[in-house]
């Protein structure tokens, strides 16, 4: 079946570091791949999405490229604040319905 | 627009009983999936409606049940509760069920099973 594979945390950083979380997926046809966002205390927020190959998906200053050829959605924020301290997760959706499939989640905090 | 909404926000049930939690959409979107969230599983999906029909069902037993109103609001349920159905229970909601549409979430429902 469908996966998703993302390195596990925590990762610490000190702000505006250079921030990259991996994630790779197994999935037949062409997903859309998406990156969510999870606060403390509430539910996902969509940061970005790519829906076809070379898509570079971008928001609030971070970024992810689908690589068909890795199957690979990396993300990437050049230089992160304190308030980007939360979980992140890759997921992944077929073409017909609304059935995300997660990574593990990573959970990144941002140190002053 | 107001965002998605779930009630209630907090549960606490003992074992063998049964719940029910309630998500509204936002308004105009037709889809609402369901997810659970445990530390030790992670994210799940649950079940997919819209309009009214379940689409899509993921790998949980049939004590897991929902449904969707004609005004897309949807409810779940779980009958016969356990101490593994302890769980934020997410909705999200997309205006189609198209795979590459953005689902937006809501605040979750905290259940506790005692």
């Known amino acids: 079946g469908d996966s998703v594979t993302q390195m596990e945390g925590p990762v610490t950083l000190s702000e505006e570091a250079f921030l990259t979380i991996n994630c790779t997926y197994t999935?037949?046809?062409?997903?859309?791949l998406f990156w969510y966002v999870q606060y403390p205390g509430e539910g996902l927020q969509l940061l970005l999405k790519?829906?076809?190959?070379?898509d570079k998906g971008s928001n609030k200053g971070f970024e992810a490229t689908y690589r068909k050829e890795t199957t690979s959605f990396h993300l990437e924020k050049g230089s992160v604040q304190v308030s980007d301290s939360a979980v992140y997760f890759c997921?992944?959706?077929?073409?017909?319905?609304?059935?995300?499939?997660f990574g593990g989640g990573t959970r990144v905090l941002v140190k002053p | 627009k107001a965002g998605v909404t779930q009630t209630p926000r907090y549960l606490i049930k003992t074992r063998g009983q049964q719940v029910t939690l309630s998500c509204s959409p936002i308004?105009?979107?037709?889809?609402v999936s369901w997810y659970q969230q445990t530390p030790g599983q992670g994210l799940q999906f649950l079940f997919e409606?819209?309009?009214?029909?379940?689409?899509n069902k993921g790998n949980f037993p049939g004590r897991f049940s929902g449904r969707q109103f004609s005004n897309s609001r949807s409810e779940m349920n779980v009958s016969t509760l356990e101490l593994g159905d302890s769980a934020l229970y997410l909705c999200?909601?997309?205006?189609?069920?198209?795979?590459?549409?953005?689902?937006?979430f809501g605040p979750g429902t905290r259940l506790t099973v005692l």
């Open positions: 999200a909601s997309s205006l189609t069920s198209g795979g590459a549409d953005t689902q937006y």
């Open positions: 999935a037949t046809g062409y997903p859309s």
């Open positions: 790519a829906t076809k190959a070379d």
């Open positions: 997921a992944l959706s077929k073409a017909a319905g609304n059935k995300l499939t």
């Open positions: 308004s105009g979107h037709r889809s």
């Open positions: 409606y819209f309009s009214e029909t379940q689409r």
